[in-house]
């Protein structure tokens, strides 16, 4: 019998999509940006300290060997031909930070997660040292000084893994975020592996100048980072290297396939939302919250709590474009949790089931702040807190203002963002995992009072990095001039409530807020003995004095 015959779609580019609760690898069509096939793994948190958060690098590889792997396979199903795939790009959760040995290819520790809290005593001896007047560590990088970056979750390895120091003085040690760790690794790794990173990434490590776009020698100083040990930075958009596929894979096919995108994943949804204008925002819904507004050629810093960044530069030649962000810690997180931790959902996709069974969370509010707060407050400070309890409260209520908590984090940030921009958002664009419970977009809608917009191919992430891998030089296969992207599908939701009602929900969650600061001090976040709080892994409940009154029964929805 003969063979089926292999489907001609032209040019294709593949995403390595590596996020903090998944990996994913897709591929497009670059001539439609047509999602053809992709396969996810879901990647293991480690929590071994309260307040702790790590992942195993090896298992985070592996997921993208297996992911590719799989695709492949799916695609061979589908009788497309994956010599056709061009160009691969990488996005990936920012800031966690790894170190390796560049001489035998193994990590030295675990990933240290942007979640993770442990360097918290570290930030507060670090920024007695920052003149009040000369705030050189913003004015340089557009952050605050915080757990979440890079700089001091390095130092902590420094001081604390004597594997890395003492690779660090045998010149054997390799530092990089996720972007710098399987670039290196699918190019080769000890065997002429490429160690580099792109801009967006680079400027989410607090030891990159966001105006010279180069490693600052005064931040490396005020950190005690050695410089040999950091990748070399790149441009979002080129040839980095070559792929070298390990020969158990059956994906050998991609052997060679140039790596030609690099993007942190807020600032490829960008990409992938195509918002190359200035005053164009989207907001991503992951295991975070992100809301990026493009800012153009010119650095704004924010008077309401939100950071600068660098957006995007699609190419060696091109301008670097940058963004004001909002940064929530806690989004799809925190229906994780639920899951695993408090067992009231079996998947996360029962929770938009049980939300809607009650349609109201009663008068149920819940701070997820499991790891701090981060923008507009930045409070390291605050925990996670479920308050307005009664015996009438369920799961299903929890469930629902556990939704809540996404939608009114978003309106603080949205709130900074019109603030800080001076012109209101008109409406809002969304993408993420998150945005495919339809619930949960029109609370949204509700609670921020303006039309929430959706692609109908919400993998805006992935799409963006395969934009900026197809469109580099010496690819060529993805034009980004305008008049050749392609017109995308829209969802829309509408708000459907009364403004003052929004608004009356809106302030009580904001009280709510002030309920969760001030519940932890600096001994207990960076010592981690789990004695401090409760035994969960990722924060502990504060609730009203109703709390003894309820029985595990409200909890498990019986009546």
């Not at 408090?342 to 009663?362: H, P, Q, R």
Request: hydrophobic share 40%; aromatic share 8%.
């Amino acid at each position: 019998m003969a063979a089926a015959k292999k489907a001609v779609l032209g040019p294709l580019v593949g995403a390595v999509d590596q996020g903090t609760s998944s990996t994913r690898f897709l591929v497009f069509n670059s001539k439609t940006a047509e999602l053809l096939s992709h396969h996810q793994v879901e990647i293991k948190q480690e929590f071994p300290r309260e307040g702790w958060v790590e992942q195993d690098p090896k298992e985070i590889l592996q997921s993208v060997y297996e992911c590719i792997e799989k695709t492949c396979e799916k695609l061979g199903q589908l009788n497309i031909d994956i010599s056709n795939i061009k160009a691969i790009g990488v996005s990936n959760q920012r800031e966690t930070t790894v170190v390796w040995d560049k001489l035998t290819g193994e990590p030295l520790y675990n990933a240290v997660v942007w979640l993770d809290l442990r360097t918290q005593s570290t930030v507060e001896n670090l920024s007695k040292r920052i003149p009040g007047n000369n705030n050189f560590v913003k004015s340089k990088t557009g952050l605050p000084l915080s757990t979440y970056f890079s700089a001091v979750k390095l130092r902590w390895l420094l001081d604390n893994v004597r594997k890395v120091q003492r690779a660090v003085e045998e010149d054997r040690a390799l530092f990089g975020t996720i972007d710098s760790w399987l670039i290196w690794s699918l190019t080769g790794g000890a065997n002429g592996g490429v160690h580099c990173t792109d801009v967006t990434n680079a400027s989410r490590t607090m030891l990159f100048n966001i105006h010279s776009l180069e490693w600052d020698k005064e931040l490396c100083e005020f950190f005690e980072i050695p410089m040999k040990i950091l990748p070399n930075v790149r441009s979002s958009s080129e040839i980095y290297g070559l792929m070298k596929i390990s020969h158990s894979l059956k994906a050998g096919a991609l052997e060679g396939v140039p790596i030609s995108g690099c993007l942190g994943d807020q600032s490829a949804a960008l990409v992938g939302q195509m918002c190359f204008q200035d005053g164009q925002a989207k907001n991503t819904y992951g295991t975070g919250c992100f809301l990026l507004c493009n800012t153009g050629r010119k650095c704004v810093f924010s008077e309401h709590g939100l950071l600068t960044t660098v957006a995007y530069k699609l190419g060696r030649d091109k301008p670097v474009y940058y963004a004001l962000e909002g940064s929530v810690a806690i989004a799809g997180a925190v229906i994780r949790w639920l899951r695993d931790n408090l067992g009231i959902i079996k998947t996360s996709e029962e929770i938009e089931k049980l939300a809607k069974e009650v349609g109201t969370s009663y008068g149920c509010y819940f701070v997820p702040a499991f790891s701090g707060l981060y923008a507009p407050y930045w409070e390291p400070s605050a925990r996670g807190i479920i308050c307005g309890l009664t015996q009438f409260t369920n799961k299903c209520h929890i469930a629902f203002a556990a939704l809540e908590a996404v939608c009114f984090q978003t309106r603080e940030i949205l709130d900074a963002m019109n603030r800080d921009c001076g012109i209101p958002l008109s409406h809002l664009q969304v993408d993420g995992g998150m945005t495919n419970n339809k619930i949960l977009m029109q609370l949204q809608a509700d609670i921020l009072y303006i039309p929430v917009v959706k692609p109908s191919m919400p993998e805006t992430t992935a799409l963006g990095a395969a934009m900026a891998a197809g469109a580099a030089e010496g690819v060529g296969v993805w034009s980004l001039e305008p008049e050749d992207l392609s017109a995308v599908t829209m969802e829309r939701f509408e708000p459907q409530i009364n403004a003052e009602e929004s608004e009356i929900r809106y302030s009580t969650w904001k009280k709510a807020v002030m309920k969760s600061v001030g519940w932890v001090t600096t001994q207990s976040s960076e010592s981690g003995d789990p004695s401090i709080f409760c035994s969960l892994p990722l924060g502990f409940f504060i609730v009203s004095s109703m709390v003894m009154l309820i029985g595990a029964r409200y909890f498990s929805g019986i009546p």
